[in-house]
């Protein structure tokens, strides 16, 4: 493959085959480029094979054992519901087979090099690749670092035996009768929840005074409700110290107000945040790359890093960590390379929780508007006023929709609820092209469907609503 220890010349390498690296590959084949990709891991990522993916096939399993359980709603009955939680796994290896092959199938019908190994730079035209097989080295015009995220390890909770990251949750043989999660965030409430929904006792231990602090309190009002229904136990402001474990159980010690307590259960979860694999053998300290306090690469609007033809997309850049900014990034990435005067714009990358209900939200806050100086108007528009959602019997949860009050456009809106994960979009799209309410208004919405809500929630907000009083 190579004679002696020359380097074969390649136009764009890029490291890292998660949704930002192998969505850039693809954009970079696209516009003409000779590209190789490395990975010393699954193609995919984290997303595809131990995030966001295998996690929404777990999720959907629970919501149907939920739904078997609990259809006499409906005037169905159904005796003995049992889940036989091997062949749940079978089915979630599945989707995730089914997805990572299609992943395989794009990079080589788009005749991209693949390459499955380590990667580390000799300078900042030369990188070696190399796992147990071969080790050559490629002279590259350009390079998208693209290597994600780890889940954060804290010292008093190491990975291990009964103490688990979010990897090792989503590989579980079994059911387990109790679970521990440390941190509230979106994967913690996500991961904890769809236990419970599967018979588990769950407590989740977190810092703040709320699970999902990221988004309104009234929205997370409505899951907490949720996770309290299926016997959640959730304990804020709280501060997780240390944890004991045996071949059986864990232990955990925490405190609260400055009381001790503990709680032990067959498993804990330690869901903290995310930290970017800037770090370990890749050689960015080697060529000079420049990381800020965080280990963050810095990058600009094109996501070039200081040197120019070296660009980083993704979780090791500043930013919300989110399989659907990677590959926006990607994107841009690879478009700056071909000469395009493509850049970043994050006013509106929608952020998902798929919780029960559903968490969604894109642009603005009715709070951060009025920190930015809008004359603001915002209103809800709830479920329990939609057909649809009430058919569906999921009556509960609301569109916000925030606006410029002095030229109706829409600044950004969040939604809790069934389908709040799809439902966003059309928001997304509305801010993006500099929609007014009147737009949205206007335009027809199908019935009975859920999306009738957006259009009522912008008529709310302009204070005409049809099927709430005002």
Sequence with gaps: MVVGDASLDIDTLVIGAGPGGYVAAIRAAQLGQKVLIVDKSELGGVCLNRGCIPSKALIAAAHSYESAQHADVYGVTADNVKVDFSKT??????VVKQMTSGVTSLLKGNKIEIFNGECMFISETEARVFNDHESPRYRFKNCIIATGSRPIELKPFPFGGRILSSTEALELPEIPKSLIVIGGGYIGAELGQMYSKFGTKVTIIEGLDTVLPGF??????????????????????????????????VTVKYSVNGESKEVTADYLLVTVGRRPNTDGELGLDLIG???????????????????????????IVPGLALAHKASYEGKVAAEAIAGHTSVVDYKVIPAVV?????????????????????????????????????????????????????NNLVLGAQIVGIEASNLIAELGLAIEMGATLEDIALTIHAHPTLGEIVMEAAELVEGHPIHVLK
């Design 89 to 94: 796994q079978e089915f979630k290896n599945k």
């Design 216 to 249: 309104d309190k009234d929205m997370t009002r409505l899951v907490a409700k949720n996770m309290a229904k299926t016997g959640i136990e959730i304990v804020t402001n709280a501060k997780a110290e240390s944890a004991v474990q045996n071949d059986k159980e």
């Design 289 to 315: 790359v420049e990381l800020d306090e965080r280990g963050l690469i810095k990058v600009d609007h094109q996501g070039r890093t200081n040197i120019p033809h070296i660009f980083a997309i993704g979780d």
């Design 354 to 406: 798929f919780t029960d209900p559903e968490c969604s939200s894109v642009g603005l806050t009715e709070k951060e508007a009025k920190d930015k100086g809008y004359k603001v108007k915002s209103g809800k528009f709830p479920f329990a006023g939609n057909g649809r959602a009430v058919s569906l019997n999921g009556a509960e949860g609301f569109i916000k929709i925030v606006a410029n009050s002095e």
